[in-house]
């Protein structure tokens, strides 16, 4: 993830999984549209127990009874339970005793005190300044210690969470950018999903179906569009400089990575990918460290934003559908005033979409 780095893959499960809904424009934030509150008691339980263990104070039963007690380590344990992976409290205390975190004490205590200043509300503020109308974004925020060097989120239907694994080595702006990335996902989730009706997706065949649903994929760019804050910031701002070349040497890929995407759709709109699993595997294989989903897709919300101004963007986030439509629009306009050679949607792909149809929108 990293606002993204290398680790992003492990959330992405959330972007592919958005579907269509009904668009709406944009609004000023209201105080309770926000609910993110940070919660570190289980980064505090683990970091009490490994000063003890540093100046050789006994460690007692009631400081592992905090640990285990902890709101962030309860739900940790009840997600693994969920992906039915191993995880016990013996095996946790054998980690959290173990020499290699031992050594990272201090480093581990001087990066949570760095997060626990970030501007939390300043990112979800980013965030919501790139969802609907009326768009509330209520999560959970743990920075966790654990085996594990993933982040990921959990019960976003429900309760939503975000997982993020303390590491040192983002500091505090990188926590914030990533924030603000994932808090759109739950946003944008939250907005979108339950406005979705079945007459909206009814007419499509399955295959166009599924199409229309990878096309939320696309949310990645938008996500990483919105944590910047805005078009003219650079996406890795506040990144190092390995990530911020690498995402420009594949944004250069522009033209070549959305034909690339595209083959994926009409591969399987004419049913030459046979199954879910043969789709899977090509999708997936688009999120990368951060790849076409994430530059595509910010590419094509930056070039509507430029044109038409960040309602207009806003009007396409809850059916991508209009999207790719709008991006051909404004792509025809940038290509004729700047001379640039952005490439386009097929109109093919667009008509299969729609069945034919036009949006209602338009």
Not at 83 to 111: K, M, Y
């Amino acid at each position: 993830m990293r606002a993204h780095s290398p680790t992003r893959p492990v959330l992405l499960g959330l972007a592919a999984a958005l579907v269509l809904a009904t668009a709406a424009s944009a609004q000023a934030p209201s105080p309770s549209a926000l609910e993110v509150p940070l919660i570190t008691d289980e980064a505090e339980a683990v970091l009490a127990i490994l000063g003890k263990k540093q100046v050789g104070q006994p460690i007692s039963a009631a400081d592992w009874e905090r640990l285990f007690a902890s709101e962030g380590y309860v739900r940790l344990k009840k997600r693994e339970a969920s992906l039915q992976r191993d995880f016990t409290d013996e095996d946790f205390r054998s980690f959290v005793l173990s020499e290699g975190l031992a050594t990272r004490g201090t480093a581990l205590a001087e990066t949570l005190a760095a997060w626990k200043q970030a501007e939390v509300s300043g990112a979800a503020q980013r965030a919501l300044a790139y969802l609907p109308a009326g768009a509330r974004i209520r999560a959970k925020i743990y920075p966790v210690i654990k085996p594990r060097t993933n982040s990921f989120v959990f019960e976003v239907k429900t309760d939503p969470a975000i997982f993020l694994y303390l590491n040192p080595e983002m500091s505090a702006a990188q926590f914030e950018n990533t924030l603000a990335h994932e808090l759109h996902h739950i946003g944008y989730t939250a907005s979108c999903l339950p406005a979705m009706t079945s007459s909206a997706l009814a007419g499509l065949s399955p295959p166009a179906r599924t199409v229309a649903e990878w096309l939320g994929a696309f949310g990645e760019g938008q996500a990483m569009l919105a944590a910047a804050g805005g078009p003219d910031v650079h996406p890795h701002a506040t990144s190092g400089a390995e990530d911020r070349a690498r995402w420009d040497h594949d944004l250069a890929n522009f033209n070549e990575d959305l034909k690339k995407v595209e083959q994926f759709f009409f591969d399987i709109l004419e049913n030459r990918l046979r199954n879910e699993e043969e789709i899977h595997e090509v999708g997936f294989s688009f999120f990368g460290v951060q790849g076409p989903w994430y530059t595509v897709g910010w590419k094509m919300a930056v070039t509507i934003e430029n044109a038409y101004g960040r309602a207009r963007l806003l009007d396409c986030l809850c059916d991508p559908r209009q999207l790719i439509e709008t991006y051909n629009q404004a792509a025809v306009e940038k290509n004729r005033s700047s001379g640039e050679s952005l490439t386009l949607w097929s109109p093919t792909l667009i008509a299969a979409l729609n069945e034919g149809q036009p949006l209602d929108s338009r």
